[in-house]
């Protein structure tokens, strides 16, 4: 069974630094794709970053590439994104995402197949 946990959310001033993780348990890390994804009431699910735990690749969605930083430890089976910089645009609900794969540019919501319940991210100006 594959289980996904988020933590880490909260409300944090704008400009200011969040590191969110996902506890990850019944995926093969070394083949599959981690993402993770954000939502605002009314809106769709928007893509934020994904990596691959065999290559250690990454890739990142236009509004956050350069501020927000997608991670892993395998010893802990855990996925972060570190978000700094934080601009009250991303508030939102985060999703982590999985998916077995072999690149990691699934950016579309129907592509991954296991998803966590979210975290709150709310960012104040």
């Known amino acids: 069974q594959v289980l996904l946990v988020e933590s880490g959310g909260g409300l944090v001033q704008a400009g200011g630094s969040l590191n969110l993780s996902c506890a990850v348990s019944?995926?093969?890390?070394?083949?599959?794709?981690m993402g993770w994804f954000r939502q605002t009431p009314g809106k769709e699910r928007e893509f934020v970053a994904a990596?691959?735990?065999?290559?250690?690749?990454?890739y990142y969605g236009a509004s956050v590439k350069g501020r927000f930083t997608i991670s892993r430890d395998s010893a802990k089976n855990t996925v972060y994104l570190q978000m700094n910089s934080l601009k009250p645009e991303d508030t939102a609900t985060y999703y982590c995402?999985?998916?077995?794969?072999?690149?990691?540019?699934?950016?579309?919501?129907?592509?991954?197949?296991?998803w966590g319940r979210g975290t709150q991210v709310t960012v104040s100006s």
């Open positions: 995402a999985g998916r077995r794969g072999d690149h990691i540019y699934y950016i579309r919501p129907t592509e991954y197949d296991y």
């Open positions: 990596i691959w735990w065999g290559g250690r690749s990454t």
């Open positions: 019944g995926l093969a890390f070394s083949t599959d794709v």
